[in-house]
Antibody, heavy 118, light 107 residues
Framework: QVRLKESGPRLVQPSQTLSVTCTVSGFSVTSYHVSWVRQPPGKGLEWVGAIWKGGSTDYNSALKSRLSISRDTSKNQVFLKMNSLQTDDTGTYYC????????????WGQGASVTVSS | DIQMTQSPASLSASLGETVTIECRASEDIYNGLAWYQQKPGKSPQLLIYNANSLHTGVPSRFSGSGSGTQYSLKINSLQSEDVASYFCQQYYDYLWTFGGGTKLELK
């Protein structure tokens, strides 16, 4: 059974770095792409970035300078790091598995709720 | 970036009714479109991909159609469990972008 689970801090101070871990089971991160998508409270979805099954990454151009996505294949984990956080980075951060070779995300984690506040 | 415009932003319908949600792309996305359902407090779930292909396990009352820049999601015979927000997403071109969402409520 495919599962993804995000873990990370609930509260981050402005200007600090957010670190969220996505632990997956039921598939290998070396066989499927994994994306990060975020959602501000009460608003829509924004694609943040992805790590391809081969290990390369792509980022939303609006966030690229602040982002890093990596993985640990031995633990089947994907990591999101975003620095210089501001209050409008508050929201839920989801990791999602892609269908083979497509931009379609066919399984999502429960999400990690993050508040940026002092 | 390809902009995705969804309409309506909110919708109220009765049980058993047929509902249609529209999504318009700022340029041709060649059927590279997915629809997701997000129930309150839950994560999004894939309903439709390639504009009209039903994801595994999704009830057949959901269907997708369209081409070029205009796409739609239809829900036949609305059920109470369909109360949710619905988002379209284009994946034809980077960066992948979502519509603003449609919140569906029961009348």
């Amino acid at each position: 059974q495919v599962r993804l689970k995000e873990s990370g801090p609930r509260l981050v101070q402005p200007s600090q770095t957010l670190s969220v871990t996505c632990t997956v089971s039921g598939f290998s991160v070396t066989s499927y792409h994994v994306s990060w998508v975020r959602q501000p409270p009460g608003k829509g979805l924004e694609w943040v970035g992805a790590i391809w099954k081969g290990g390369s990454t792509d980022y939303n151009s609006a966030l690229k300078s602040r982002l890093s996505i990596s993985r640990d294949t031995s633990k089947n984990q994907v990591f999101l790091k975003m620095n210089s956080l501001q209050t409008d980075d508050t929201g839920t951060y989801y990791c999602a598995k892609h269908q083979l070779g497509a931009g379609v995300m066919d399984a999502w984690g429960q999400g990690a709720s993050v508040t940026v506040s002092s | 970036d390809i902009q995705m415009t969804q309409s309506p932003a909110s919708l109220s319908a009765s049980l058993g009714e047929t509902v249609t949600i529209e999504c318009r792309a700022s340029e041709d996305i060649y059927n590279g479109l997915a629809w997701y359902q997000q129930k309150p407090g839950k994560s999004p779930q894939l309903l439709i991909y390639n504009a009209n292909s039903l994801h595994t396990g999704v009830p057949s009352r959901f269907s997708g159609s369209g081409s070029g820049t205009q796409y739609s999601l239809k829900i036949n015979s609305l059920q109470s469990e369909d109360v949710a927000s619905y988002f379209c997403q284009q994946y034809y071109d980077y960066l992948w972008t979502f519509g603003g969402g449609t919140k569906l409520e029961l009348k």
